[in-house]
């Protein structure tokens, strides 16, 4: 079973950085994707940012120029740095991984780490 454990969240002033850590149980190279998710309240869960095996991201428009995903493969962890954060930011962030395991795609996400901006 796959593991992902989130921290790094909490609040931060509008203008402000966080960096988001998500380590794994399992080294990170085995993951084809690795990703950050978030959910404000009432809405749905939604891309951030992603991370190919090839080193391949993508971003959502809001969060391009200001967000960055990076891999440490030695630590098996995926990082969120988030600059010049916006009260628009907030929600809970969750770490994804997808695995190919006998020629499917198999999903897993951590617990969720809250990031609130606000002043």
């Known amino acids: 079973q796959v593991q992902l454990v989130e921290s790094g969240g909490g609040l931060v002033q509008p203008g402000g950085s966080l960096t988001l850590s998500c380590t794994a149980s399992?080294?990170?190279?085995?993951?084809?994707?690795m990703g950050w998710y978030r959910q404000a309240p009432r809405k749905p869960r939604v891309l951030v940012a992603s991370l190919s095996t090839g080193g391949s991201t993508d971003y959502a428009d809001s969060v391009k120029g200001r967000f960055s995903i990076s891999r440490d493969v030695a630590n098996n962890s995926v990082y969120l740095r988030m600059n010049s954060l916006m009260p628009e930011d907030t929600a809970v962030y969750y770490c994804?991984?997808?695995?190919?395991?006998?020629?499917?795609?198999?999903?897993?996400w951590g617990q969720g780490t809250q990031v609130t901006v606000s002043s």
């Open positions: 399992k080294d990170v190279s085995d993951f084809t994707d």
């Open positions: 994804k991984a997808d695995r190919l395991v006998a020629g499917r795609v198999m999903r897993y």
